[in-house]
């Protein structure tokens, strides 16, 4: 089986679009998808992308991805600020991991400027809305072509 990058998104992120398009913009999470895609066949790879509003899920996810995946791009939604299981996942995953963010969260409210995860990953990407995903895309190949 070809390895993908995995795109793992958390708890209401399925609501993408339907609400609050002044935070996250009125684009879906499948418009997000066909968006990775695309810009992941760019650079010659494939993607599985999913969305869980459960954190141990998430956790599997991830650890499907040390076998199957080539990296991880993550918006944990808040499950960022609440997760020591995920950052756990993230430090075993033996695959590159990126953090990514819609919205600016240190322009937010405190609770949400740490993260549980930041600390488990190569970098982080946020506050560009839908693009932010697409960057995490081309910062992630980036650190895959240098391997
Ligand atoms: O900015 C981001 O991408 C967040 O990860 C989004 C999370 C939030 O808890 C983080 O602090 C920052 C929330 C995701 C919920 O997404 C919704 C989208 C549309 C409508 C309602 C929720």
Redesign the pocket.
């Given at each position: 089986m070809k390895k993908s990058i995995y795109i793992l998104n958390g708890?209401?992120?399925n609501?993408?679009g339907?609400?609050?398009p002044d935070i996250?913009g009125s684009e879906t999470l499948a418009d997000v998808e066909r968006r990775c895609a695309a810009r992941a066949k760019t650079h010659g790879f494939d993607i599985r992308f999913h969305q869980s509003n459960h954190e141990g899920q998430l956790v599997d996810w991830i650890h499907e991805a040390r076998s199957n995946g080539l990296g991880i791009i993550i918006?944990?939604?808040?499950f960022?600020?609440t997760s020591v299981a995920l950052h756990d996942a993230l430090k075993a995953a033996d695959v590159p991991a990126i953090e990514v963010?819609?919205?600016n969260?240190f322009k937010?409210e405190a609770f949400?400027h740490h993260s549980h995860i930041s600390g488990a990953v190569s970098g982080i990407i946020?506050g560009f809305g839908v693009t932010s995903y697409e960057l995490a895309v081309d910062g992630l190949v980036e650190i895959l072509k240098g391997k």
């Open positions: 708890p209401n992120l609501l993408l339907a609400r609050e996250y918006n944990a939604g808040a960022t600020h963010h819609l919205s969260v937010r949400r946020l």
